[in-house]
């Protein structure tokens, strides 16, 4: 077929496709089952022309469509990586890295279930092997997410269910894929072989392809850090991730290219939105989604213009045995949903799901492009059987078909039946007051409109009454029931979140907060959004807690530090926490306001109150540990608010000559000229100082009274016997009843020693632990640091050879060993 028949006819489908859009919408069908409806009719309206004898005009045309060069490969290797890697980039990994274990054991063991009861329903019916039946089981194990995610969003669903179901889904597309692709590897081999290489197989193709997908993205990462203001360099990059990835492990390293596009995909979108520019960025995901709607448009179109091909010979008891397929499907999913998930959720892996989400999330189960893609690619391959070719063609055929016009067309109706689309009894109490309060503000918009542009008295007075009756209409209808406290609270609470994530976005635009940031800025306001919407005020309670609990990243850079003597990622992690804090601070503070002119005009002024207590509490806990670091790296905190404040200029210095442009006052290459000083110091802006935190070990020795008469050999000799130890606030530096194996000095920070009946204070220059080394006996108090703490720790054999060398040294601390003995005798007298 020659090439311009290829793009028109590539066209036209865009056309067609652009057109189903708002027919779908208009309909309130799934965009997915209308354009399955439109491909089966272009298939089956073209096969009618090429055939009938009415006309021939219309030959060309039909053929064109008909003997479309498109196949399984073009499937596989030109649409495939896009759709994957697309929706694994656009997903937010950092928050649903708390749902991993379900999403894993649901999309793993989902499709596992699914191919193993499918195959076995089949087998004593269809008269095929047991591999030829777990086959099809895998290939119509792929789910489209698509279609039940928009009804989430639609009927307001936690958007963590949501999360859950696409996580679940591309996932589950992933391992189902992988599974196909080893069955058929043993079809085509024709040697079956044991269970534990078949096991070990799978794992290898998953693991492998994993690896390979993260350090790829890695590197691209790494060259878009490289140009992070080169747009279009990005743009290329990433293409050139999914396709690169998705060939060399199909045809070089034997391992799963979905799985690694999946990866990759997922990989990148953690660490790209750091590397990239935030404009830079947002243009990249919108060309990716962009280019993810005509590939996925394209195959369901394509795909379904075979479907009356692939049913040519279809008869009664294919009907059956599809129906067959269809049961095994829901039973399989039924079982994931209605016994293992309810178990997850008992454990608190999981997030509860109500039996209504269930039963959607069952009957939303459609099939799509990918199942057909796979069949495809069974029917192309000459060395699978004519009969295998055949059963799998029409039984994966047919399946597809029974979601999308069976399930598809059904699921609206089965969202009304479970009530999902009405509003709850809380929203239904709540919408009177809402348009009181909305309308009156509109109202009073209007007059102050109607006096600045003298508009006659009579036209203003007219809408202002229109509005004071609707008004009175809402009130009246919100008289009903009433929302109780608790319902207010959470109703705020979740006002309260999706401000704070409203003000992170605002950031984000105003390009004033860090790129490197902005992720788990947005992450820890979406959390607390879902937490609040799904556990009311004591979840949320938790989840602010946990933003400025120190996760296992730092326990491992602390492990690092101490073990190893790498202070590098603790720096780095100490630094972004000390940004991350001063960042929080500054969005605390903008809801204040918001609560008293939003908040408190719908949901009362108690629950004003509630939320302003709530808000107090954060920003305490954000200034101590904003303070704590702030006392210990002083210099850092200064260039931290310099270069916000710096931020802040560049930004309002750019929408200046944004202003000027726009007016006309200066043409585009004086506009262009400045915009690119503008970037050039934000980019200097961007760059963050180093957080150091032993600055120099000697110099800290030489500060140390104790220290204070050694020479500056003797100052080297310390040096390197002492150990540096950061510690964080809270945390226990020595046990009572522990034994005694080293003593350490503040080099800064400060301490707090637990004596009986009272708290010893200790700071820069002082030494703790000493008494249990030179007398010998456990631990005689617990020690606390109240404050980031670089220490200096001596081990007890290095300390005891020291002091051997220093005597002098050793009648000191022995000096203030007995003060603190006699003070101890005294506090206990």
């Known amino acids: 077929m020659a090439l311009p028949v290829i793009l028109a006819v590539i066209g036209v489908l865009l056309l067609v496709i652009s057109l189903a859009q708002p027919l779908a919408g208009a309909l309130r069908m799934p965009f997915s089952v209308v354009l399955a409806a439109i491909g089966m009719l272009i298939g089956a309206a073209a096969s009618f022309l090429l055939h009938t004898e009415l006309t021939d005009a219309f030959n060309e045309p039909a053929r064109a469509i008909l003997d479309f060069p498109i196949g399984s490969t073009v499937f596989l290797y030109v649409f495939l990586p896009t759709l994957i890697f697309q929706t694994a980039l656009t997903l937010d990994v950092r928050q649903m890295m ?11 063991l ?83 072989p044991g269970f534990g290489d078949a096991a070990l197989s799978f794992l290898w193709t998953l693991c492998g392809g994993a690896l390979v997908g993260h350090l790829a993205a890695r590197a691209a990462a790494w060259l878009i850090g490289k140009m992070p203001e080169q747009r279009s360099a990005a743009v290329s990059i990433s293409f050139a991730l999914a396709y690169l990835v998705f060939i060399a492990c199909e045809q070089l390293l034997g391992v799963s290219g979905v799985i690694a596009v999946v990866v990759a995909g997922m990989t990148l979108s953690l660490i790209g939105p750091s590397r990239a520019s935030p404009d830079g960025w947002s243009y990249l995901t919108g060309i990716w989604d962009q280019i993810a709607f005509w590939a996925s448009s394209l195959v369901f179109v394509l795909a379904a213009i075979l479907v009356p091909r692939l049913l040519a010979s279809l008869s009664l008891f294919d009907l059956f045995l599809i129906l067959v397929v269809a049961a095994a499907a829901l039973a399989a999913r039924a079982v994931i949903l209605f016994a293992l998930l309810p178990l997850l959720s008992l454990l608190k892996l999981s997030p509860p799901v109500s039996i209504p989400y269930r039963v959607v999330i069952l009957w939303g189960g459609l099939r799509g492009a990918v199942t057909l893609a796979l069949a495809l690619a069974v029917t192309e391959n000459d060395i699978v059987p004519d009969d295998v070719q055949r059963f799998v063609a029409i039984l994966a055929t047919g399946f597809v078909l029974f979601t999308l016009l069976i399930q598809g067309t059904t699921m609206r109706w089965v ?5 999902l689309n009405l509003l709850s009894p809380r929203d239904a109490a709540m919408r009177g007051q809402v348009l009181a309060v909305a309308l009156e503000n509109v109202r009073e918009a209007v007059a102050r409109a109607a006096e600045a542009y003298r508009v006659a008295s009579a036209t203003a007075l007219a809408e202002a009454r229109r509005y004071a009756e609707r008004i009175d209409e809402a009130a009246s209808a919100g008289q009903g029931r009433e929302l109780t406290d608790k319902e207010r609270l959470s109703l705020g609470l979740l006002t309260l979140a999706g401000r704070e994530r409203d003000i992170v976005i605002e950031r984000m635009r105003a390009r004033t907060v860090s790129a490197a940031l902005l992720p788990s800025l947005l992450a820890q306001a979406e959390t607390l959004l879902d937490r609040a919407r799904t556990g009311g005020w004591s979840e949320y309670q938790r989840a602010a807690k946990q933003t400025l609990a120190f996760d296992w990243k730092f326990g491992f850079a602390q492990f690092l530090h101490r073990r190893l003597h790498a202070s590098g990622p603790l720096e780095r992690l100490l630094a972004r926490r000390f940004e991350m804090l001063f960042v929080a601070r500054t969005v605390l503070e903008e809801l204040s306001p918001f609560i008293d002119s939003k908040i408190v005009p719908i949901l009362g002024l108690r629950v004003g109150e509630v939320l302003h207590e709530i808000v107090d509490r954060r920003q305490e806990a954000v200034a101590a540990g904003l303070d704590a670091l702030r006392l210990q790296y002083p210099l850092y905190a200064e260039s931290l608010e310099r270069r916000l404040l710096r931020k802040i200029a560049l930004r309002q210095e750019e929408l200046e000559y944004i202003v000027l442009f726009e007016d006309g006052l200066i043409g585009p290459e004086l506009y262009d000229n400045l915009r690119r000083s503008v970037d050039a110091d934000r980019k200097e802006a961007d760059r963050q100082r180093r957080l150091d935190l032993a600055l120099n070990a000697r110099e800290l020795v030489g500060e140390l009274p104790l220290f204070a008469d050694l020479t500056g050999e003797q100052l080297t000799e310390v040096t390197k016997l002492l150990q540096p130890l950061f510690v964080i606030p809270g945390e226990q530096v020595i046990r009572r009843g522990a034994p005694g194996d080293a003593v350490y000095f503040v080099a800064s920070g400060a301490l707090e020693v637990s004596l009986p009946g009272r708290k010893v204070r200790l700071g820069r220059g002082d030494v703790v632990g000493e008494m249990a080394l030179l007398h010998g006996r456990p631990r005689q108090s617990d020690v606390h640091a109240i404050s980031y703490c670089f220490l200096l720790r001596l081990d007890v054999r290095a300390f005891q050879g020291f002091l051997a060398k220093h005597p002098g040294i050793r009648q000191n601390i022995e000096q203030v060993a007995a003060e603190r003995a006699a003070a101890n005798a005294e506090a206990v007298a």
């Open 98 to 108: 708390p749902d991993w274990v379900p999403i894993f054991v649901l999309a793993v």
């Open 110 to 192: 989902a499709v596992v279930v699914a191919t193993a009861v499918i195959g076995l329903a089949l087998l004593p019916l269809a008269g095929q092997p047991l591999l030829v039946c777990l086959l099809l089981g895998a290939i119509v194990a792929t789910t489209d997410p698509v279609a039940v995610v928009g009804i989430f969003r639609d009927i307001g669903a936690p958007a963590r269910l949501g999360r859950l179901v696409e996580g679940e889904s591309l996932l589950n597309d992933a391992a189902a894929i992988t599974l196909f692709s080893v069955f058929l590897a043993i079809l085509v081999a024709g040697e079956t």
């Open 415 to 419: 969202i009304s039946s479970l009530g």
